[in-house]
């Protein structure tokens, strides 16, 4: 079945990078866009970024417009998140995602904590 694994959160300060991977597993990777969402405390989930099936047309919410870079390897079955200037404003649960109606095709998701 459809297994979406993700990994590389963590705690960092503002101002900081992290990389968050996602290994597919279970379904043709290669042939779906991916996404990225997020959920914040208390709040509902949010679109970051999607990413077409060639990994050549990113797009992403302007909240993060800049600072994060959405790719993907689909030798690896493997879409990926650089997170730079990261803000305290992004901490939340970070998931991947097919996209469709509430992302309801996610992972386990991963915590990103920017703090000082």
């Known amino acids: 079945q459809m297994q979406l694994v993700e990994s590389g959160g963590g705690w960092v300060q503002p101002g900081g990078s992290l990389r968050l991977s996602c290994v597919a597993s279970?379904?043709?990777?290669?042939?779906?866009?991916m996404s990225w969402v997020r959920q914040a405390p208390g709040k509902g989930l949010e679109w970051v970024s999607t990413?077409?099936?060639?990994?050549?047309?990113?797009n992403y919410a302007n909240s993060v417009m800049g600072r994060f870079t959405m790719f993907r390897d689909n030798t690896k079955n493997t879409v990926y998140l650089q997170m730079n200037n990261l803000k305290p404003e992004d901490t939340a649960v970070y998931y991947c995602?097919?996209?469709?109606?509430?992302?309801?095709?996610r992972g386990q998701g991963t915590q990103v904590t920017v703090s000082s």
């Open positions: 995602a097919i996209p469709g109606p509430n992302y309801t095709d």
């Open positions: 279970g379904f043709t990777f290669s042939a779906y866009s």
């Open positions: 990413i077409n099936t060639f990994g050549t047309i990113p």
